[in-house]
């Protein structure tokens, strides 16, 4: 077999037309790179801020006690651009807190009692200074009539874009860690290649049939062995219906969240199949007038724009990210 460099075409649908899905991913299994990559960054950190506001600081923060990392399974992990990115998130502030203080460190002593450490985030400071606006120095800036309603127009037709805050990560504890576990049968050398990290050889069939990484961690209080299950770009390249029930509900039993990374609303998951879709807004379960609700704001049939965010799903740069929760917990 000659070399092969990069992705073969940059549509995935020609790659898959003219090789087939199982023989292209042999043929990329350690050149492979998602093409997507900024806006799973984007959707991943979103979503990881969403997760740490609604639950994790009261599980792994300063005042919680007990487990300190987070345990994720990367399924179909590609060349790592889902453990990279919550890799990232979590180091993120760390890097920022500890360039800080090295800057601060070679600044030289204060020149008056007054003076203070940089702050740890960058924003503090803006955020500190006191509006302009009624302080009597200066009055607001004029906008054209014809501009303030440019803005409310494009803001009206982009709604659903505030719907999730900023993807700068939080401040996390120093004992906060995730350990991600990862499995391809395909791109594993690219896997590594990438992250110098470990990637099982494992398919959705073993998956489904009950076959787990050799260095799974340690379940706590009999629960899911994982937190968190990310399969990104991939769960929709299980066309039968019955091997995707197979999987999802084995699946189920194994970890609390499923969170699903795709360029489109593929594939459609039952709640018979061990799994309910979840309201990340408002963190709780969507129910069935959130999912079909039809004009409601937020339901999937009033979601059809590429870039429409809902509380359903975070959307950037046309790549959309769902969540489900577990059945089983």
Known sequence: MSAVHGNLSHAMRDNYNEHGVDEYYRKVAATYRNPFFPGIKKVIWTFMNRWWEAEGRSMYGSQATGESTLRVLDMAA????????????????????????????????????????????????????????GSGSSRPA?????????????????KGKHVFGPMDPPQLPDDFGIDVIATDPYTSPAYTER?????????????????????????????????????????????SPSELFALLYELSGKAQWLVIIAPHKKPEIKETWGWSRYDIASWSAAGEAKLYGGSRKG??????????????????DKVKLRLYRSNAF
């Not at 004029?142 to 982009?158: G, T």
């Not at 073993?206 to 990310?230: E, F, H, R, T, Y």
């Not at 590429?306 to 359903?312: A, F, I, K, Y």
């Open 78 to 133: 590609g060349s790592g651009e889902a453990t990279l990115c919550l890799l990232e998130w979590a180091q993120s502030t760390r890097n920022f807190t500890s360039n800080s203080s090295a800057q601060s460190s070679v600044s030289g002593p204060p020149t008056s009692q007054s003076s203070q450490a940089v702050p740890p985030d960058p924003l503090a400071a803006l955020r500190a200074v006191q509006s302009p606006v």
């Open 142 to 158: 004029f906008i054209p009539p014809n501009a303030r309603r440019a803005a409310q127009s494009h803001s009206s037709n982009r």
């Open 195 to 239: 992250t110098s990290r470990p990637c099982h050889s494992l398919s959705f069939t073993d998956l489904a049939n009950g076959l787990l990484p050799d260095d799974i961690p340690q379940s706590k209080d009999a629960g899911p062995i994982w937190d968190l299950i990310v399969c990104s770009f991939a769960l929709h390249l299980v066309t």
């Open 299 to 316: 339901s999937i049939a009033n979601a059809d724009d590429d870039e429409e965010v809902t509380e359903l799903e975070i959307v950037r």
